[in-house]
């Protein structure tokens, strides 16, 4: 369905307004939950068994019908999946775009990387390891960090934020140490209250009185050292979703998630279309 253009430098893709498409645009599809990290504030509450290969490829033949013109492969720790290299490449193979999505603990294999990702993204939350451990319990910040500076030279990789209590007085020295590195792209993100964050939220996330205030100008600063830097939730609604390990598809609004129905399911492209609607069509769609 060529609906829109994924522009793999700028990692956007341009829509039309004027031609009618599907507003199934990027998804981010988790072929495993599995994930050696702690992190405090994970979002996934029930853990399902991982894909199959054969039946993760029917599913970006299924996308590709549907309009998705790119995945962002994501988890869980998508490195654990045997198959991602694969399902990266295999995707590019269609003209779609493909971003990893890591924690960057293991080390990704730079040379089947370039074939199966147009982007790279890991979470790093702090350039301090003390302040990381405290983030990413269970996270290799060593390996993490080897992967950030082996690959800049030679794919575009993209630094995401997660702010929290813990990680806000580091923001600015992360961004610094990025932009120094040759990231292509600093993404920053607040705290939800799902998953393990729901008990926790009040004392990990930023008071809201700051919170606003201080991604503006973490996002002037990294302007300043010519470094594209965006907020999550800025994202335009609705042309993002999140596709499971068992083929169920959620809308993937940052405020909270909706089922929209199992990407098997005869009518499900009738399904996504009612529950995003006209309302959430834009120009483009940037980052996942």
């Not at 399902?87 to 971003?99: F, K, P």
Request: glycine fraction near 8%.
């Amino acid at each position: 369905m060529p609906c829109s253009i994924y522009d793999p430098e700028l990692d956007i893709v341009k829509i039309d307004t004027k031609k009618e498409h599907n507003p199934l645009i990027s998804v981010c599809f988790e072929p495993t939950n599995r994930c050696q990290g702690m992190c405090p504030y994970c979002l996934i509450e029930r853990h399902k068994p991982d894909i199959a290969l054969d039946k993760a490829i029917t599913y970006v033949d299924l996308l590709n019908q549907l309009g998705t013109r790119r995945i962002g492969w994501g988890g869980g720790e998508p490195l654990l999946f045997p198959g991602i290299y694969d399902l990266g490449t295999y995707a590019r193979g269609l003209n779609m775009g493909s971003l990893l999505r890591t924690s960057g603990t293991f080390t990704i294999d730079a040379s089947e990387a370039i074939s199966a990702f147009d982007w790279v993204d890991v979470s790093l939350d702090s350039i301090d390891p003390n302040v990381f451990s405290q983030c990413r319990p269970g996270v290799s910040f060593e390996k993490l960090i080897y992967n950030i500076v082996s690959l800049s030279p030679i794919l575009r990789v993209r630094v995401s934020i997660l702010l929290t209590s813990v990680n806000k007085n580091s923001l600015f020295e992360t961004i610094k140490w990025a932009s120094a590195t040759g990231v292509r792209c600093v993404r920053i993100q607040t705290l939800v209250p799902r998953g393990r964050a729901k008990s926790r939220y009040g004392q990990l996330s930023v008071d809201p009185s700051i919170e606003h205030k201080l991604i503006e100008e973490a996002i002037n600063y990294a302007e300043s050292l010519s470094l594209p830097c965006y907020e999550l939730k800025s994202v335009s609604k609705g042309l993002i979703a999140i596709l499971k390990p068992n083929g169920d598809i959620y809308s993937g609004d940052p405020a909270g998630i909706v089922k929209l129905g199992n990407l098997e399911d005869d009518q499900i492209s009738i399904l996504i279309a009612n529950a995003l609607g006209d309302s959430h069509r834009s120009h483009y769609a940037i980052g996942q």
